[in-house]
């Protein structure tokens, strides 16, 4: 069993910058592949970012490329979501999530964090 906690989501003014954090219980996180999703309002779920058990292998969604970073410290047991250059269609609640493979979707997660609110204003 593994538990997801999301923070750092707050109200950033358009090309601001935020750092979101996901700690996880349990001793087996370094076996899961870490990743981001996210919702707006009247919209589905999409994947944001994924990062491998290791570290070394990273995946990330057109909208996001060059502008998000996703990294894990393991022996923190934490993921992260650095986020630059936000933009109006960045505002969303955003999900940490654990699945056994770094190319993620949204029916293949085992484990969903509750979300952290992120507003970008214009």
């Known amino acids: 069993q593994v538990q997801l906690v999301e923070s750092g989501g707050g109200l950033v003014q358009v090309g601001g910058s935020l750092r979101l954090s996901c700690a996880a219980s349990g001793r087996a996180f370094s076996t899961y592949a870490m990743g981001w999703f996210r919702q707006a309002p009247g919209k589905e779920r999409e994947f944001v970012a994924a990062v491998s058990q290791s570290g070394i292998r990273t995946h990330y969604a057109d909208s996001v490329k060059g502008r998000f970073t996703v990294s894990r410290d393991n022996a923190r047991s934490t993921v992260y979501l650095q986020m630059n250059s936000l933009k109006p269609e960045d505002t969303a609640l955003y999900y940490c999530?654990?699945?056994?493979?770094?190319?993620?979707?949204?029916?293949?997660?085992?484990?969903w964090g509750q979300g952290t609110q992120v507003t970008v204003s214009s």
């Open positions: 999530a654990a699945d056994r493979v770094v190319v993620m979707s949204t029916t293949g997660v085992d484990y």
